[in-house]
């Protein structure tokens, strides 16, 4: 009943906190929801509330009794009008709220820094979440017997933190100053009403690890990062100890999958601290990194889901810091020869292919070894995305005037090594950036892999005397260019090979060192 006597957030419901309730400030602040209002608005809000309770209660209580007089009444009497009059209303609407909580854990409820998710969803307002609670809170005194107290625990519990929950799904969906600290607030908080419901531990443990991130989130965004290090390890862990105990505990299975991508996020949180370590964090760090969270990645085809997904993140941070570490002097990338200025990133890719050569009874079959690079870029470019040709260093495209590729119909030798290629690819070896900037890679090897393979399945429709093999990511190498305001020349071993992408590109979209 003390609870009752909290002032309520007139904005989300949530009960405010004791400090606030006893300020003298005219004004409050909700520690769920993080608005601000007036005293005397969250006191209206906390008696109309009130109101809809009481009105709830007595529309289910048994003529002649009232809560006010249920402590004069004997523990039979009150756990039989528990049973009878208020347990299947409960139930009833429990089910609803719980089947909300469970659609809410099944989902990723973590949201990465300088980004927003739009895709949370509840199925209940808070407010509602809220308001039920404080309908159990009003009749807790009917729960008598070790049952019903359970019972009511069970639902108190599990509603507060869905409403805590609620709240969380607002506050991912705008990227403000703050909102970590209030996030953090409803996970700690959430974590100790799942502590109390059993069966609900891999939950606890969830929104610990969950609280942990976002404490970490808010350090890092105020440039502590030794600190938020901790804190992401620290969730990490967490997080590693909810999946190994949601595996077979059949209250929280449906959480199985979130987790395992919120643990991908902890990766990426990880490789970020890391990377803006390794460059002291200055505004062109945070400058950088906001850019990688921020890119609107074309939504083309079957590419949207792979470029939404968050745990490519950690690889592009891994990759940036092995950057940062050649630019600074205290690490080696993999460089090729050549005088250019800037350094442009691309897949290195090995592919095999055999075709027919010779005249009708000298026919042989001939194999072929091609490098194939595809510029590490080509993420951001729609173009690359519904044409692979534009993002590879395209070898079949090189026809002589009898529509034969140039290059194979004599001494059958590779059309990359024909233009100088190979030979550039070859030279690349590990070594600093020395003086010179760095373009940072913006896709996965996996990315890699799927346009390489798209490229294969493209030329495959259309050269049909081709037999192509699957494509072998090597490595991630850098090629020297030359920057030529914001284009960039490419040295003369690509020949005819300049990918599309490259002439596309336009270097102010782009991240450099
Ligand atoms: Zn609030």
Known sequence: MEEMMALRCKYCGAPLDGDAVKSDSPYVTCSSCGTTQQRIDAQAYLNQLMGQVRSWVNQAMPGGFSMAQSQNVDSVARHNIFMTSFKPRIDMEYTTYKFGMNNLLSQVMMVMPFSVNTGLKANHTSTQAFEFGAKMN???????????????????????????????????????????????????????????????????????????????????????????????????????????????????????????????????????????????????VFDAVRRIFTFTYPATGNWAFLLGNQDRLAEIFSNMSECVRSRTGKGNIKIAAGSGNILVPFWHINLKYS????????????????????????????????????????????????????????????ISNSQGLGGLVESAAENSAGGRNIIIPLSTRKEAERIAENYVDAVSRVEDKLRLSNPDVAELIFIPFERDGNKLRAPPAFGNLVPGRIRNTNLDQLIIL
């Open 138 to 284: 009003e009749i807790s005194p009917l729960a008598v017997s070790d049952d019903t107290t359970r019972i009511m625990d069970e639902v108190s519990k599990t509603t507060d933190a869905y409403a805590l929950l609620i709240n969380n799904c607002e506050l991912v969906r705008e990227d403000k100053p703050g909102r970590y600290v209030l996030m953090a607030n409803n996970f700690g908080i959430a974590a100790t009403d799942f502590s109390k419901v059993p069966g609900y531990e891999p939950a606890q443990l969830r929104m610990e690890g969950l609280a942990e991130l976002c404490n970490g989130c808010e350090l890092l965004l105020n440039g502590d990062i030794a600190s938020a290090f901790g804190k992401f390890n620290a969730g990490k862990a967490k997080l590693q100890e909810a999946s190994s105990k949601t595996a077979g505990n059949f209250k929280v299975a449906i959480m199985g999958q979130a987790v395992l991508q919120e643990i991908k996020q902890a990766n990426a949180l990880i490789e970020l601290s890391e990377y803006v370590n390794s460059m002291g964090s200055s505004k062109e």
């Open 355 to 414: 075709f027919q050569t010779g005249s009708l009874w000298k026919k042989r079959s001939v194999e072929v070894d091609e490098v194939l690079l595809v510029s590490a870029d080509f993420v951001i470019d729609s173009s690359c995305l519904s044409n692979p040709r534009q993002a590879v260093t395209d070898v079949f495209s090189i026809k002589g005037s009898n529509g034969l590729f140039a290059g194979l119909t004599g001494s059958e030798t590779s």
